[in-house]
């Protein structure tokens, strides 16, 4: 087993317990980025490594001062090492899960021809691409964006 992959199966998910105590206690807001690929037909679904009981979207934090958009763009490129132009801004989620007040910037991409996908083995333990009408379990916050996504899609196509 890579070092990589051992610490993103047994490190990460102790050092996200802490997280989530000290989330407990300080209450925190923070600034989110996720993102949905398509493919047309379907779209991929993550596991991150602190997360295993559910599949989730790409994404990450957004650090003080950063455009939202521009965090989006570079939590793809750390997580599934691609590199995105277009971005479609689809909608901004308010949730209060694991002890965060977080606001959530949501947008759709396609991976660009000739992009290949290497996904991050410290934080991405699967990747899965699904229906949007049959995706795999996903938790609450996951739910809702992929709500704003079909809302979307119906909207434009």
Known sequence: MSTQKFYGRYIIPIIHKFMLAYWFFARPTSSRAKIIISNRKEILFV???YSRHFWSFPGGGIEKGEDPKDAAKRELEEELGIHIEELKFIGTLFSDGEFRKDTIYCYVTRIPEGEN???DELEI???LWSSPNNPPKIHSG???ILDLYIK???KYN
Do not use: D, G, P, S
């Open 117 to 119: 996908i290497k996904k």
């Open 152 to 154: 979307h899609t119906e």
């Open 125 to 127: 333990e699967e990747l």
């Open 47 to 49: 596991k991150h490594t």
């Open 142 to 144: 996951a739910r809702k």
